[in-house]
């Protein structure tokens, strides 16, 4: 994306702060295809024959979003920010909801990576995962924030670094804690 388009969203969003709700109704075209991007990302890592679209990941992540409507935006990696973590949410309640059924006798020893995880079924993966991830942020919020961009999300050091409004150093031992941290509580899980 362009340093113009960047900013055009930045400024958008900051007119949506201001509380111009024609503001989110020119933002959508700006961020349609790095949303579209981001689905389809988390949906590559889905097993096959999963019912959720990549189309409607997207379109519930950005409805979630809009209906929000109380968030501060600082720019245009934090709307990303919050993309991925509602993209999260959004495909960790459907694992659990085909879990539900289920009940139990899933859980099998897991392991975290850069890339992703395997499509064996990573629905339950998804679950472990986000169990993990909840059990962090009861330590170091800051580190799940940390995962979900650039895990979830796909954004670069210097991106998480401006929106965390810390040092690119400091977002790189944060991802090698957090990535050591995860890989251990998801060993004890399985």
């Known amino acids: 994306m362009d340093k113009d388009a960047a900013h055009e969203?930045?400024?958008?969003?900051?007119?949506?702060?201001?509380?111009?709700e024609d503001a989110l109704e020119?933002?959508?075209?700006?961020?349609?295809?790095?949303?579209?991007?981001m689905a389809r990302r988390y949906m590559r890592k889905q097993p096959d024959g999963h019912t959720l679209e990549t189309t409607e990941l997207m379109h519930e992540a950005y409805l979630k979003i809009a209906a929000g409507g109380t968030q501060k935006w600082q720019n245009r990696e934090h709307f990303f920010g919050v993309a991925a973590k509602a993209m999260r949410h959004i495909l960790v309640?459907?694992?659990?909801?085909?879990?539900?059924?289920?009940?139990?006798?899933?859980q099998e020893r897991i392991t975290f990576a850069d890339e992703a995880f395997g499509k064996r079924d990573s629905s339950k993966e998804m679950v472990a995962l986000d169990d993990a991830l909840n059990q962090l942020a009861i330590l170091d919020e800051r580190k799940v924030r940390v995962v979900e961009m650039k895990f979830f999300a796909g954004l670069k050091v210097e991106e998480i670094?401006?929106?965390?409004?810390?040092?690119?150093?400091?977002?790189?031992?944060?991802?090698?804690?957090?990535?050591?941290w995860l890989l251990r509580e998801l060993v004890k899980q399985g």
């Open 9 to 20: 969203i930045s400024e958008l969003l900051n007119y949506w702060n201001a509380g111009d």
């Open 93 to 106: 309640d459907y694992a659990k909801s085909k879990h539900r059924l289920k009940r139990g006798g899933w």
């Open 161 to 180: 670094a401006g929106v965390l409004k810390i040092s690119p150093e400091t977002v790189k031992r944060d991802w090698s804690f957090a990535k050591t």
């Open 26 to 37: 020119k933002l959508l075209p700006l961020v349609y295809d790095e949303l579209r991007v």
